[in-house]
């Protein structure tokens, strides 16, 4: 159909009804595509935080175990100073033993993939009234990440 404007030219309404259309199409289609990456870009960002968390708890209980392994060779030898290597799975702990009975050094390093944390552990002796205790408590404890 032809319609005539007011300055006399002919006009065809359903060119312009497509028009229009497509044009609706394409700024809708433009806009499902934003909030589309957008929750692409969102989920990936919380799958990387998640996975940094991950190593986070991995390396602080690869840090108790290796400070428990540290406080159970003291409970065997109260003069055990020294260093160990502990491994599982991705997570490597290393730990030196320092310092004189009552109060030992226990320092720990874990990495995780490039993840590492460490910690710096003050371990005391027990005693009793009858001086033959053979625990160690732990009496400080100071973590680092990086």
């Known amino acids: 159909m032809t319609m005539k404007t007011p300055n006399g030219q002919s006009r065809r309404r359903g060119a312009d009804r497509g028009f229009i259309g497509l044009i609706t199409v394409i700024i809708l289609g433009l806009i499902i595509l ?11 960002t919380q799958l990387i935080i998640a996975a940094g968390a991950d190593r986070a708890e991995n390396a602080r209980q690869a840090n108790e175990a290796c400070v428990d392994e540290a406080l159970n ?27 004189v009975s009552p109060t030992k050094t226990i320092a720990v390093a874990t ?30 404890w100071q973590e680092a990440n990086f």
């Open 73 to 99: 060779r003291l409970r065997l030898d109260n003069g055990y100073t020294g260093s160990f290597t502990l491994a599982v799975g991705s997570v490597t702990c290393s730990a030196t033993v320092s310092g």
């Open 34 to 44: 934003v909030l589309g990456l957008s929750a692409s870009f969102t989920g990936q």
């Open 111 to 140: 990495t995780d993939g490039s993840y590492v944390q460490s910690a710096t552990v003050t371990a005391t002796r027990r005693s009793n009234g009858a001086g033959n205790a053979k625990g160690w408590g732990v009496s400080a």
